[in-house]
């Protein structure tokens, strides 16, 4: 374990290999002083640590295939850019879980994330009193535990298309209907694989299929081929959100615990209601969001629907969006899961954690 403190700059507390005991490194937290500072360069900070900390000089064994895992805690926006110090981590592979407190910033939070559902939005410094950080922490048992609620190398998935069926969006539906069926093409389609379900909105959502409707990959193909479109005035992106984490992301509906959940949102155009709180709901219980937005869709609007940067496209055609569709489908069948890095045993799981702690006093004790 180490420990970093940053403000205007990063300061070790210490290293990696600086305790070799439990009891050494309680004591030297129980012991850590406040730093101090006018400034949060939280970019700075993720790049001293990548270069600093995670090294086999201050007793990184990355090189031995231990995973590195890096736990942010912070309370503001970061005064500098966190995008390329973030991206960096996620190249060498360092497992980045995002906490925020009071003031911090979701959507830089995701930013630093590893993978959807590891940033989280706390109120206070209170951990005992808060359900939310409580998550994180339950989280962090997964990550370093033995075995998780996930199946990690199973090609189980459970994926969820919800397409613009608004009047605006008429003329996109031959090649939503193209891009879903090579999509089922490509995927392991089957009751014990894949399981995919279709969902059409605008004014309403309507479910043409739902993730228990269809057995085989035929079954569902067949199915595909027959779409029709919806049709309606307005397009309630956020309402259709909502729709489906509730009615369609359940065991009635043929939702699996502890299978990925992931949800491919094609709309043409701007919602006519807000989508923030629904996409934040859909982030919160752990549903991987895609979004390709195409003619006149917001780009903002995209980022708040979309689970991470890496999963959002924005096309000026409808036809545009079946140059993704093969790289899609490989990310979903092989990418979305949690997994060890390579060269990690499943029951063998020995975690390097280093903790980034802002300005604040003790946040937490671990």
């Known amino acids: 374990v180490s420990v970093v403190q940053f403000a205007d700059r990063p300061t070790v507390g210490f290293h990696l290999n600086s305790h070799n005991t439990k009891s050494d490194n309680m004591n030297a937290i ?7 500072g006018r400034r949060l360069n939280v970019g700075a900070a993720l790049q001293f640590v990548r270069h600093r900390v995670f ?23 970061s005064a500098d850019s966190v995008k390329g110090p973030a991206f960096a981590l996620k190249e060498h592979e360092i497992v980045a879980v995002g906490v925020g407190v009071a003031d911090a910033n979701l959507a830089e939070l995701e930013m630093i994330e590893f993978k959807p559902g590891f940033a989280f939005k706390v109120t206070d410094f209170s951990i005992g009193k808060n359900t939310k950080c409580k998550r994180y922490f339950i989280t962090l048992k997964l990550l370093t535990s033995e075995t998780s609620l996930i199946d990690t190398f199973s090609s189980k998935r459970d994926v969820v298309f919800l397409l613009d069926g608004s009047d605006d969006s008429r003329n996109g539906l031959p090649a939503f209907r193209e891009f ?20 059409q909105y605008s004014d309403d959502a309507t ?14 193909i ?29 065991a009635t ?3 699996r615990q502890g299978v990925p959940q992931v949800l491919v949102v094609l709309t043409g155009g701007t919602s006519s209601d807000d989508v923030s709180s629904a ?6 219980v752990g549903v991987f969001s895609f979004v390709i937005g195409m003619k006149d869709a917001d780009q903002e609007e995209l980022e708040k629907i979309a689970s991470s940067s890496r999963f959002l496209f ?37 975690f390097t954690v280093s903790l980034l702690v802002s300005r604040c006093h003790r946040l937490c004790r671990v």
């Open 30 to 36: 129980d012991n850590l002083a406040h730093k101090g």
């Open 55 to 77: 090294t086999s000089s201050t007793g990184s064994r990355r090189l031995e295939g231990v995973p590195q895992t890096l736990i942010l805690l912070t309370s503001k926006p």
């Open 180 to 199: 879903v069926r090579r999509m089922a093409e490509e995927l392991d389609v089957g009751k014990d694989g894949v399981r995919l379900a279709v969902v």
């Open 207 to 220: 479910v043409y299929f739902n993730l228990a409707t269809h057995k085989t990959k035929k079954a569902v």
């Open 222 to 250: 067949y199915a595909i081929r027959a779409l029709r479109h919806k049709g309606g005035r307005t397009r309630n992106t956020g309402a259709a959100l909502e729709f489906v984490r509730k009615h369609v992301f359940s």
């Open 253 to 255: 509906s043929g939702s």
């Open 279 to 284: 996409a934040l709901d859909l982030k919160q």
């Open 314 to 350: 924005n096309f000026p055609v409808f036809s545009e969006l079946l140059s993704v569709q093969p790289e899609m489908a490989a990310f979903i069948q092989t990418e979305v899961q949690t997994q060890p890095p390579s060269g990690v045993g499943k029951k063998h799981h020995r």
